[in-house]
C-alpha cells in the first residue's frame, strides 16, 4: 500500500514523515496502467471531527480519497510505536531550537534550586500547553477552554510525586499564563513558533493538556504520564454526543479515577 499525503498540510512543514507527496495528480504519474481521475476512485469520509469512523478501517484494495479530520486515535494507536519511532520526527531545524529553549529554563532552574538548597537535584520538567484563543472566543460554538483551577490541581498532581518538578508552559496566549498560571518552579515559551512549541512539549519528561488536537498531539508524543481535562464538546447534536460517548466515556473515567480521585 502507498500512501499520499497532501501538498498543503503543515504536516510536511513540521515533521519527517516517510510518505508520498500529493493527491490525486500525483497518481497519475505513479506507475498506473491507465488514467486515475477523482471519478474513478473509491472516497470515504468520517462520521465527524474527533468520532472514530469503522469504516475507514475497512477499505478495499483499490485506489481511494479518505476525507476528514481524523483525529481519532483509534485510528492508529494500534501502530503507536510505528508513528513515534519511524514517521512524526520533528525537523532537526525545530528540534534544536526546542532543545535550545528547554535547556535555559532547565538550567536556570537548577541554578535557583542550588541556590536556595545548596545542592544539585535531577529535574523532571512536566510541560504545559495552555489553549485559549479561539477556544475562549468561539464557546458558543462547542468549544471548552480547559479552567485554571484544572492547572493548578495538575500541577498539584506533580508536586505531590516530584519535588524536583519544574513546569514548561506553551500557550497560544503565553501573557494570560504569566498573569495567572504562576508557580515558583514554572517557566514560559519565549518562542513565538507553535512549531517549536510542539516539539519542546514533546521533549518534556511528563504533560498537561488543554483542550484541542494540538494538545492532544503535545501529549502522544511526549510518551510518558499525560493530564488532560475532562471536557465533552458542548455539541447541540444528542447522536453526536452517543457517538462522541460510546467511545471516550471509558477513557476518560478511568484517567479521572486514578488522577482526580
Not at 469520509?45 to 478501517?57: D, K, P
Not at 534544536?96 to 538548597?117: D, G, P
Amino acid at each position: 500500500m502507498v500512501t499520499f499525503i497532501p501538498d498543503d498540510l503543515e504536516l510536511w512543514t513540521l515533521f519527517e514523515v516517510d510518505s508520498y507527496v500529493g493527491g490525486v495528480e500525483s497518481l497519475k504519474n505513479f506507475n498506473r496502467p491507465k488514467p486515475v481521475s477523482s471519478c474513478n476512485l473509491n472516497s470515504y469520509e468520517e462520521i465527524s471531527a474527533a468520532v472514530y469512523s469503522r469504516n475507514i478501517t475497512n477499505l478495499p484494495h483499490q485506489d481511494t480519497i479518505i476525507y476528514g479530520y481524523l483525529q481519532s486515535f483509534k485510528y492508529f494507536d494500534f501502530m503507536k510505536s510505528e508513528i513515534l519511532q519511524h514517521q512524526f520526527h520533528f525537523k532537526e531545524k525545530y528540534r534544536n531550537l526546542a532543545e535550545v529553549m528547554l535547556q535555559r529554563a532547565i538550567t536556570t532552574h537548577k541554578s535557583n534550586v542550588q541556590s536556595r538548597n545548596g545542592y544539585l537535584v535531577d529535574i523532571v520538567v512536566v510541560g504545559i500547553h495552555v489553549r485559549r484563543g479561539d477556544f475562549v472566543r468561539s464557546q458558543s460554538q462547542g468549544y471548552v477552554p480547559a479552567p485554571l483551577p484544572y492547572f493548578y490541581r495538575a500541577m498539584n498532581y506533580f508536586h505531590t510525586r516530584y519535588p524536583n518538578v519544574m513546569f514548561f508552559v506553551c500557550s497560544n496566549e503565553i501573557i494570560w499564563c504569566k498573569k495567572y498560571l504562576d508557580d515558583d518552579n514554572i517557566f514560559y515559551s519565549d518562542s513565538a513558533s507553535d512549531y517549536v512549541d510542539l516539539a519542546a512539549l514533546s521533549l518534556c519528561n511528563h504533560t498537561i493538556i488543554s483542550s484541542g488536537s494540538y494538545s492532544w498531539w503535545a501529549g502522544y508524543l511526549n510518551r510518558k504520564c499525560i493530564i488532560v481535562h475532562l471536557s465533552i464538546c458542548l455539541s447541540a447534536s444528542v447522536s453526536f454526543l452517543s457517538i462522541y460517548l460510546s467511545i471516550y466515556l471509558s477513557i476518560y473515567l478511568s484517567i479521572y479515577l486514578s488522577i482526580y480521585l
